[in-house]
Nanobody, 125 residues
Framework: QVQLVESGGGLVQAGDSLRLSCAAS????????TGWFRQAPGKEREFVAA????????NYADSVKGRFTISRDNAKNTVYLQMNSLKPEDTAVYYC??????????????????WGQGTQVTVSS
């Protein structure tokens, strides 16, 4: 069983930056594809970004391309989401998710097996 713990959320102003962290309980976290999803009040959970295992190829939602960067530090079993130029519409609970099984797509939440508890990001205008 993989446990994921997110941190780094908070209240910021539009244009500010935040870095979210997702720490995993397994030393083989480099073998897991990891994604970030978010859910705003009254909305469905949506894909934000993902990074594949080891090779580290990335995928981003159009709404965050050029502003967010996902990366991983395999030595620390941690995946990061650097969020720059934040907008009020980025306000949501952000969830880290991971899976071990290879699949072509990385943006389907149903394909992920392990989820963190979420961290709140609030961007004021």
């Amino acid at each position: 069983q993989v446990q994921l713990v997110e941190s780094g959320g908070g209240l910021v102003q539009a244009g500010d930056s935040l870095r979210l962290s997702c720490a995993a309980s397994v030393r083989t976290f480099s073998s897991y594809t990891t994604g970030w999803f978010r859910q705003a009040p009254g909305k469905e959970r949506e894909f934000v970004a993902a990074i594949t295992r080891s090779a580290g190829s990335t995928n981003y939602a159009d709404s965050v391309k050029g502003r967010f960067t996902i990366s991983r530090d395999n030595a620390k079993n941690t995946v990061y989401l650097q969020m720059n130029s934040l907008k009020p519409e980025d306000t949501a609970v952000y969830y880290c998710a991971a899976r071990y099984v290879y699949r072509t797509r990385t943006d389907y939440s149903s394909d992920y097996d392990y989820w963190g508890q979420g961290t709140q990001v609030t961007v004021s205008s």
